[in-house]
């Protein structure tokens, strides 16, 4: 297995009523949208691309309510901080596609967009408001997948299906140096809800829902790491701009 770097970043911030995360919770809750590089012998993959250029503002204007984005969170501009040409990003991953997760594609104009078949679809059938379809309407091309997909054919970078949020939502494993991630983005929103295996108080699928979060659990028993989609005090932790080593945290 070849050796994958992984590289966190937040793409912007919103603020939205904790019970979108957690089912009968009152108040509001301020989090991160989120992206990541998997740098691969073979190329760079980048997982979501965060809020994308409809929401953003330039740097040190006031803070936008609702979604909000730094101009200098773009992914592209996120990428480029790091020395990453972003027009050298083969792969785009989306978990889905939300406007928090494909909100950026377009930054990354010769990627790859590879996406679950069946999100893919119902993205463009307009019965939920998240997406937006000119985000990610872009031309590009686009590989759909129907399951589990190994990126590159050696086990570093697997893509698998965790439906519930949306139909075609997928998650990432990635085996880096020191440690498996799993890039859990809305599956798993908080670490609240592994925790507690609570939902949000609306979701494409209870059911579905419930049993991807069983899956995530037993994979955090076994040593993954999950990454929750949007947990501000989880995130609060993660070292950004530079590439994830496990064994520096512990
Ligand atoms: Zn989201």
């Known amino acids: ?7 966190a970043f937040t793409c912007g911030w919103m603020t939205l009523p904790l019970s979108f995360f957690l089912d009968g919770e009152e108040g509001r809750i301020r989090c991160p949208a989120t992206a990541y590089l998997i740098d691969h012998p073979k190329g760079l993959a980048v997982f979501d691309t965060g809020l994308g250029s409809r929401f953003e503002r330039p740097v ?26 972003p027009s050298a990003v083969k792969w785009i991953i989306n978990s889905h596609l939300h406007s928090d997760h494909a909100g950026g594609n377009r930054d990354l104009p010769n990627a790859t967009i590879v996406v679950q078949a069946d999100e893919w679809d119902y993205a463009f059938a307009e019965k939920d ?19 589990e997909h190994d990126l590159h054919g050696d086990g570093s970078v697997v ?44 979701c494409f699928d209870v059911d579905q829902y419930l049993a991807t979060l069983k899956i995530l659990r037993e994979r ?31």
Not at 1 to 7: E, K, W
Not at 141 to 147: D, S
Not at 228 to 245: C, I, M, S, T
């Open 129 to 147: 408001r998240a997406y937006h379809i000119p985000e990610f309407d872009t031309g590009q091309p686009v590989l759909k997948l129907r399951g």
């Open 159 to 202: 893509l698998f299906r965790s439906p519930g949020h949306t139909p075609g939502h997928q998650c990432a494993r990635v085996t880096t140096p020191t440690g498996i991630a799993v890039l859990a983005a809305d599956c798993c929103n908080l670490r609240r809800s592994l925790d507690e295996l609570r939902l949000p108080d609306h």
């Open 60 to 85: 040190g204007t006031p803070f936008q309510k609702g979604a909000d984005l730094e101009s200098d969170a773009l992914i592209g501009a996120r990428l480029k901080a790091i020395g990453i040409d």
């Open 1 to 7: 297995m070849s050796t994958v770097l992984l590289t």
């Open 220 to 250: 955090e028993r076994r040593g993954e790491r999950i990454f929750f989609g949007h947990d501000p005090d989880f995130w609060a932790e993660v070292p950004q701009n530079r590439p994830l080593d496990f064994a520096a945290r512990r």
